[in-house]
C-alpha cells in the first residue's frame, strides 16, 4: 500500500492537475524522466506541463511496492498515443516529511 502522499500525487498527476499535483513536492524534490533531470518546483512544474501536453494516454496501476523505508514503487500500464502505443512505467518515489524528495521514471 502507498502513502497518502503518493496516491494523491498520482490521482492529481494522472488528471493532469499540475497545481495540485506540486503539492506533493518538496521545495528542493528532483524528477528524472526519459533521461533527463529537474530540479525544483519550476523545472518539475514545467516538465508536468509538457508531460500533460504531449500526448493522450489512460494509465492504470498494475503493481506497487514499497523498496526501502522511504522509498516505494508504482508501476503503471500506459496507453495513450505515443510511440509504442503502450508501456509499463515504474514511478519510483522518495519521501521526506510526507513530501516527495525525489521521483524517477523508468
Known amino acids: 500500500m502507498l502513502p497518502d502522499t ?20 518538496a521545495p ?22 509538457n508531460a500533460a501536453s504531449e500526448y493522450t494516454y489512460t494509465a492504470e496501476l498494475t503493481a506497487t511496492r514499497q523498496l526501502a523505508p522511504h522509498t516505494y514503487l508504482a508501476t503503471h ?15 519510483t518515489f522518495t519521501l521526506k516529511n510526507n513530501l516527495i524528495t525525489t521521483l524517477t521514471i523508468t
Open 6 to 25: 503518493i496516491t494523491n500525487y498520482l490521482t492529481s498527476h494522472i488528471a493532469r492537475d499540475i497545481d495540485a499535483a506540486m503539492q506533493w513536492y
Open 28 to 49: 528542493n524534490a528532483e524528477v528524472t524522466d526519459d533521461g533527463k533531470t529537474y530540479h525544483g518546483p519550476d523545472e518539475i512544474r514545467s516538465w508536468l506541463g
Open 77 to 91: 500500464h500506459l496507453e495513450g498515443n505515443f510511440p509504442g502505443g503502450s508501456a509499463d512505467l515504474n514511478f
